[in-house]
């Protein structure tokens, strides 16, 4: 895969002596000599540089570390052949290798680990993650090594890999993300921390993540969080960019089933402490109903994105100070020739970060967003057409402090989000009676304070040594304001929308307990809270007293929620065995809603209305099961999700069951990926070719995936190909409006970087 190039770890001496003498010296040693090593760090398995390695000198004050193309340059003066230079780094096996040693190896092989090392043995530039700020709960990292050039379409095609993750994909290409059974509405999805949830409808759709500038992904699970928003019900998904790229440029194809094609161009630079990146990607796909063939769905995209990262230096010991920019513009346009649908969107968002320190403060970090969602939207049915264009403008802004106190840690963050939405609803009928609101002017203001408490200790047992203690309290006001509405009915009444002002106090408290000894590690949590969730404002336009006359109900009643889960995590590590380690994780959790949100329908009517409901319960168990192989080189995995679902009209079209048997191969530069999957039967309500919904039940589905992937060098450039295979073994008899939507799909990608 990667040719040996003598010239990417090299002795240079600092005087000119024939190269004899050179020869002789560099097998003796080299007293009174500047030598200059040079090399590249890399994974053992899968052969992707490593950033951020300590590389040291032992016995001296001489170091270095990797960047991110994994290089790193180390100079030491009168240096001797036998001298020792350690590599360390928290995911891998530390590595002792002599400067004669490093003159005969064109890389530098890290062996990857089951068990991180402690983090005090590096000191690593990362970022720590969200979850470390918040309360202590479940969460998966998905790093981009598990994602890169895979072939995964976008966000949410990588995410459906999880055995607690459900995505819904919807005709007009639109994805959304369900947690644990929940809601698309009740998972919060962040970038970099800022939230990117729509205020109207406050869901999120992954198909605008496109994957090739993205770290990492981490996903909290459960509702237990206090920093990121009450409304996260089900989860949070944090998607982390890369700061730094090991490419100048990078491009891409990729072709696959309905015509599709999409490519992408990203482009990185850094100017001194200053990194600069920008990345477009367009692509569409044309597909035809299986009952109507001579009519086409068709979609296109383009997306932009752009980012500034400036690293200022600190005044003191305590890291340096970050400033960073990112915007997004991205565009779609979907048409149904069959219903005589579209949908144009545009959906704009930029913001600013800091993180650092002013003055004598530091731990700070302060961002500032502004998103901008434009949407034009025509549905029909066989009694209604509906024209509906949305116009949402939102400000977020965010300020947290950090302080450390010995054993405690503290947390305090103010949080404010303004939204406006200018929202018309042009509806032309036959038969019906016309209700509900035509056009109006609505506004949301929320004011968040969370303070978060941490108390770390020693338990005095030799096996489980630590406890983490947590707490949280979160105060919200919120309130929505509804202008210039215009009702279909008779202008004379009085609106059935009113103004709101909601507050409401949320308490959360967890326990951790943490026990690591050299091949075995043990953690478990417990945590308890409660959360409240407001109606969007699509659901305060189509709550029941808005759309009819014959209730009494003129609004939604904020959702709570009250949740308790267990969790453990169990890993052992046994080293050079043909079984290099395992682990083990479960976790058992309840949701408790009042006054849940639930969406219904009315005959010929294309849109969804909400109202609702007294109670409702989520109750389930997750677990997964791992076994790596040969030093890490396979990774063998099974997970299981059960649930216990009160309500199905409430969580439509979520299965109660799902299954996931996954095998990871990374071997000298090659990838392979095989997940196979079964999730339980769906119910919920379907549009159907009359423009009417229906209760449809989907039958269980099991089925394949396949992508298989690897890197060439060419040179000083690397070019890759990936092609992967989605549900292989068929199974595309259930129809969606008549479009398959469990039908086998390919898609095959190449690319090159420089």
């Known amino acids: 895969m990667f040719p040996i190039a003598p010239d990417r770890i090299r002795l240079r001496s600092a005087a000119c002596v024939p190269g004899f003498l050179l020869l002789i010296a560099l097998h003796g ?196 969080t206090a920093l990121y928003g009450s409304e996260a019900f089900s989860g949070v998904i944090n998607i982390v960019p890369k700061q730094d790229r090991d490419y100048t440029i990078r491009a891409h194809q990729q072709i696959g089933s309905y015509d599709s094609g999409i490519w992408g161009l990203q482009l990185f630079r850094r100017f001194g402490q200053v990194t600069g990146s920008y990345g477009i990607r367009s692509g569409g796909m044309t597909r035809a109903y299986a009952d109507f063939p001579e009519a086409a769905l068709t979609n296109s995209s383009v997306h932009h994105n752009a980012h500034l990262n400036w690293t200022l230096p600190a005044q003191d010991d305590s890291g340096p100070n970050v400033l960073t920019t990112y915007w997004r513009l991205a565009t779609q346009a979907f048409e149904n020739q069959r219903d005589v649908e579209r949908l144009d969107d545009r959906n704009h968002v930029a913001s600013i970060q800091y993180s650092g320190g002013i003055g004598p403060v530091h731990g700070l970090t302060l961002s500032a967003s502004y998103s901008a969602l434009d949407q034009e939207l025509q549905l029909t049915g066989n009694e209604l057409s509906v024209d509906r264009i949305v116009d949402e403008d939102g400000l977020q802004m965010h300020a947290e402090k950090d302080w450390m106190l010995g054993m405690a840690d503290l947390r305090f963050a103010y949080q404010l989000g303004h939204a406006a939405l200018d929202f018309s609803d042009t509806q032309r009928n036959v038969r ?40 949280s309290l979160r105060q919200d006001f919120v309130r929505d304001t509804h202008d210039d509405t215009i009702l279909r009915s008779d202008p004379a009444e009085p609106s059935p929308a009113r103004d709101h002002s909601w507050d409401h106090t949320l308490f959360k408290f967890a326990v951790n307990l943490k026990g690591v000894q050299d091949d075995l590690l043990l953690d478990v949590f417990l945590s308890y809270g409660s959360n409240i969730k407001y109606p969007s404002l699509l659901q305060q336009i189509n709550a029941p007293g808005v759309i009819s006359t014959e209730t009494t109900a003129a609004s939604l009643e904020p959702e709570t929620n009250r949740s308790v889960e267990i969790g453990v995590t169990l890993l052992r590590e046994v080293p050079h065995r043909a079984v290099t380690g395992w682990e083990i994780t479960g976790s058992f959790f309840q949701n408790s809603y009042t006054n849940k949100f639930r969406s219904w329908s009315s005959a010929g009517v294309p849109v969804l209305f909400f109202d609702n409901v007294d109670n409702a319960q989520i109750s389930g168990f997750e677990g997964s099961a791992g076994i790596y192989l040969f030093e890490k080189k396979i990774l063998t995995e099974a997970g299981l999700s059960l649930y216990a679902i009160s309500d199905q009209a409430a969580f439509p079209f979520k299965s109660a069951a799902k299954r996931t048997l996954s095998m990871k191969l990374d071997h000298e530069g090659y990838a392979l990926h095989l997940l196979y999957f079964s999730e339980g039967e769906q119910i919920g309500l379907l549009r159907q070719s009359n423009g009417e919904f229906a209760e449809v039940e989907l039958p269980g589905f099991a089925n394949l995936d396949i992508h298989a992937s690897t890197y060439v060098a060419i040179g000083k450039a690397q070019a890759f190909i990936n092609v992967s295979l989605r549900n292989v073994l068929g199974g595309g008899d259930v129809l969606l409006s008549g479009l398959a939507i469990r039908d086998r799909r390919y898609y095959v990608t190449v690319g090159i970087q420089y």
């Open 432 to 471: 019906r009676q016309t209700l509900g609101v035509e056009s109006a002017v609505l506004s949301r203001t929320r004011h968040g304070l969370i303070a978060i408490g941490k108390l770390h200790g020693e338990t005095g047992s030799s096996f489980l040594q630590t406890f983490d203690f947590d707490m």
């Open 29 to 224: 040693t080299l007293h009174a000599q500047s030598v200059l090593l040079q090399g590249t760090v890399r994974d053992r398995n899968s052969y992707r540089p490593i950033q951020d390695v300590n590389i040291s000198l032992t016995g001296s004050s001489i170091g270095t570390s990797t960047d991110v193309t994994g290089t790193f340059s180390l100079r030491i003066d009168h240096a001797d052949a036998d001298q020792t230079i350690v590599f360390r780094h928290i995911a891998y096996d530390t590595l002792s290798l002599t400067v004669k040693m490093l003159q005969g190896s064109p890389d530098v092989l890290l062996q990857p680990r089951i068990i991180p090392m402690q983090s005090a043995e590096i000191t690593s530039a990362r970022k720590e993650g969200i979850a470390a700020r918040d309360l202590p709960q479940r969460v998966e990292t998905i790093e981009a090594r598990e994602f890169d050039v895979r072939g995964y379409v976008d966000a949410g095609d990588l995410l459906r890999t999880d055995h607690s993750i459900q995505i819904t994909e919807e005709p007009s290409g639109r994805k959304t993300v369900s947690i644990r059974g929940g809601n698309a509405d009740e998972v919060i999805v962040l970038y970099n921390g800022v939230r990117l949830n729509s205020t109207y409808s406050n869901a999120f759709d992954l198909s605008l993540i496109e994957l090739s500038d993205i770290e990492r992904f981490e996903i909290i699970k459960g509702s237990n």
